[in-house]
């Protein structure tokens, strides 16, 4: 599969798994293993930026005519940032099993939620069969979804009972889901609007539709692999995280978003990033540290961090409202869901233009924006209008979510 995808590169892949293996193998019963793991992984995905994936002409030049043998994806340091997180994966889990962190295995059967903190015995880890199965597992090798290690394994011993019907009506989402991209991109032309930039004389109004529909768009454009990749793993009877729980425009709360937005990557980045720096308890500094690592494990550009820490900034009002106003003490009184949906509209403004930036329009497209929406009074017109219609439709929101409640299916997005 490597040879195929990569050509000579796989040779490439393998030296980077195997260092990441020594390193796990060497320090696993050492408190210096988490720090290694992590200046190796972070030292790797940068220098695969840097360099462009290597060339091998630039070890010697006789070797040259390996970088002809490119493979049918040739640009294997594009998605190797979702190997990176399945290599810490591996040695972290390895570290928590070898001091007995997380929860030891009773016999019982297994949920989602219980597989990635049940440890297995050292020899699964020491394993370097198991280790390989798990990074280059086809259906999530190009861009996952991500699971941890130690739920790969508790599939492969004790694999999930997944109904053929279920599997089916998967795939017809997944048929659905395509179609609906293809209509909007075959009808709307917004996305070339965008990349040429040409939005000039557009009215406040248009230029928010754009920015709305790209980011349409975007929800679309990842979801479609991620449903692909993960339909691809049920049908091989393996049951990856789901991605995109919700579609984009059901959304009021920023952390809501990112926990529905890209699913496995919050489990992971929650498992190995948010707890350990502190969790709740150093809730500000771990969630700083959880979305600049996001940012630059997406792209090593500037407009990616700041969509990191406007991110992050937008956060706050929401940690800092529900310390202030909790639903356990003021839930009854008859302002308060109303109280939360004025704070809902200011989220959706927020988050909105948060993931145009780093998504649609960048820097200096937000501010032209940001400049025709303050600076006219159509801008202010057109605000306001849809801060009413926002705030109509976020009730509709929590109403949806209460109706669940009320069947028994609760959700924290």
């Known amino acids: 599969m490597q040879l195929g995808l990569h050509g000579s590169s796989a040779v490439k892949v393998f030296l980077i798994l195997l260092g990441n293996y020594i390193v796990g193998r060497s320090l696993h019963t ?38 002809a043998l490119k493979g ?84 492969m011993k004790r694999p999930v009972r997944i109904a053929p019907r279920d599997v089916a009506n998967y795939a017809l989402r ?14 709307m032309y917004v996305v070339a609007i965008k990349d040429a930039r040409a939005w000039a004389g557009d009215t406040p109004a248009q230029l928010c539709m754009l920015g709305f529909w790209n980011l349409i768009v975007v929800w679309l454009k990842l979801l479609l692999p991620w449903r692909f990749f993960r339909l691809w793993a049920l049908a091989d009877g393996v049951e990856p995280p789901e991605n995109m729980v919700r579609c984009m425009a059901n959304n009021y709360s920023p952390m809501a978003f990112w926990r529905a937005w890209h699913r496995s990557f919050n489990l992971w980045t929650t498992r190995y990033v948010y707890i350990p720096v502190g969790g709740s ?27 990191g820490w406007l991110i992050s900034l937008f956060v706050l009002p929401e940690i800092i409202a529900n310390l202030l106003l909790p639903a356990s003490k003021y839930g009854e009184h008859w302002w308060y869901r109303h109280l939360c949906a004025a704070g809902a509209v200011g989220n959706i403004l927020m988050m909105m233009g948060a993931n ?3 998504f649609v329009l960048g820097v200096d497209g937000i501010k032209y924006l940001l400049s025709q929406l303050t600076g006219t009074v ?12 926002i705030f109509m439709v976020v009730h509709l929101m929590f109403e949806y979510r209460e109706e669940k409640k009320r069947q028994g299916i609760s959700r924290r997005f």
């Open 281 to 307: 308890q150093r809730r500000v500094l771990a969630t700083t540290l959880v979305f600049t690592f996001v940012a630059l494990w997406h792209d090593l550009s500037f407009k990616l961090l700041a969509w």
């Open 72 to 155: 049918a994806y040739p640009r294997w340091h594009v998605t190797f940032n979702f190997t990176m997180l399945r290599l810490v994966s591996f040695n972290m889990d390895w570290y928590w099993a070898a001091h007995r962190v997380g929860l030891l295995h009773t016999g019982a059967e297994l949920d989602e939620r219980q597989r990635p903190p049940t440890f297995h015995e050292l020899p699964a880890y020491e394993s370097f069969a198991n280790y390989v199965a798990y990074i280059l597992y086809p259906p999530c090798y190009i861009a996952g979804p991500i699971m941890t290690f130690n739920d790969f394994l508790w599939q």
């Open 174 to 187: 997944f048929v659905i889901c395509l179609l609906t991209m293809e209509v909007v991109l075959h009808y």
């Open 30 to 67: 050492t408190r210096a293993l988490p720090m290694a793991t992590w200046a190796f992984n972070l030292a790797i995905l940068f220098a695969n930026e840097l360099n462009d994936g290597y060339r091998f002409a630039a070890l010697h030049p006789s070797l040259a005519p390996l970088d």
């Open 356 to 358: 145009m930036v780093g």
């Open 378 to 389: 159509a801008g202010w017109q057109f605000l306001i209008v849809a801060c009413i219609v």
